[in-house]
C-alpha cells in the first residue's frame, strides 16, 4: 500500500544534513543532435576479440523516445553492443553516434554516461546499509548535471523528484527500508530508479527480468511503459513474453552472429522463419 504522500516525505527528509537550501540548476552540456528524429546510430560496427567476430557489420539506429527490444540466441554479441555503446569496448571497424553529432568510439566510458547513457547491468548494486530513499538521493547528487556537494540539504523540487520517483518505482511505502532487505525485483526496480536520477537521455537495460518472479516481471513491464516516450530506452531479453509484453507493436531487433538478423515488430519477427531456426523454435 502507498501510504506515504509528499507531504510526509518532505518531514521525514527535512533533517537531512547541514548547509542551507541547495542550489540545483542543470549545466549546459554540449547538446545532443537529434533533428533526424535517432538517438543512437551505429554503423557497420565490428568487434573482434582474437579473431572470432563478436559483432560483425552490425548496424543499427534507436529513435528518440523508442522502447526498442533486442533479442537474439546465447552469444549473438547484444551484450558486445552495449558495451560498444557505453565505451567499455572499443570496435575494431564502424562508428558509433549518440544523436548525429557525439561520437561515442572516441569517448571514455565515463564522458559517455556524462552525456546521458546509462546502463543496467544484471545484477542489481543498490548500496545495502542505505535506505530506499537515501539510494536515490545519493545517485541524484552524483548527477554531474546538479550542482551541489553531497551533504547539501534536499531542495523540495529534488525531494519531489525522489517522490515521483519512489512513486513510479512503487516503492514509497518503502522508502525507510534498507535496500537490503528489498526482494530482488524491488532492488532491479531501485537500480532502474538511480539511473533516472542520473537523467539519462538513453537506457540501456540487460536482461532485467532475469531471475524475477512472474508479479515482478510483469510489474517491471509496467514500469518500462511508463518510461516510453520519456527517455530512449534499449531492453535485450531472452523473457518472450516479457518482450511481448513491452514492444507494443514497436520494433524488436534479432542479433545473431553479430548482425541483426531480423527487425519488425514482435508478430513479424515471431513469424520469420529464419529467427524460428537460429532462436525462438529452439
Ligand atoms: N571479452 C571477450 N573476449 C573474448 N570473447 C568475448 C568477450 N566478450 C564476449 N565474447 C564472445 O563474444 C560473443 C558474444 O558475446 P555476448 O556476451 O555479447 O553475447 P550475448 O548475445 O549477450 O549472449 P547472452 O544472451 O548469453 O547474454 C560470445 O561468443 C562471447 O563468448
Ligand atoms: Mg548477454
Known sequence: ???????????????????????YGRVKTPGVDTTHGAILYLESISVVFDGFKALNDLSLDIGVGELRCIIGPNGAGKTTMMDVITGKTKPTAGTAFFGQNIDLTKMQESEIADVGIGRKFQRPTVFENHTVFENLELAMKTNKHVKQTLFARLNSYQRDKIA?????????????????????????WLEIGMLLMQE??????????????????????ELLNDLRGKHSLMVVEHDMDFVNQISQGGKVTVLCEGSVLA??????????QRVIEVYLGR
Do not use: F
Open 1 to 23: 500500500m502507498n501510504t506515504v504522500n509528499h507531504a510526509q516525505l518532505e518531514q521525514a527528509t527535512q533533517s537531512n544534513g547541514p548547509g542551507g537550501s541547495a542550489s
Open 164 to 188: 515521483d520517483t519512489l512513486e513510479l518505482l512503487r516503492l514509497m511505502s518503502e522508502y525507510k527500508r534498507p535496500a537490503g532487505l528489498l526482494s530482488h525485483g524491488q532492488k532491479q
Open 200 to 221: 539519462p537521455l538513453l537506457l540501456l537495460l540487460d536482461e532485467p527480468v532475469a531471475g524475477m518472479t512472474d508479479a515482478e516481471t510483469e510489474r517491471t513491464g
Open 263 to 272: 527487425e519488425g515488430t514482435m508478430q513479424q519477427v515471431q513469424s520469420d
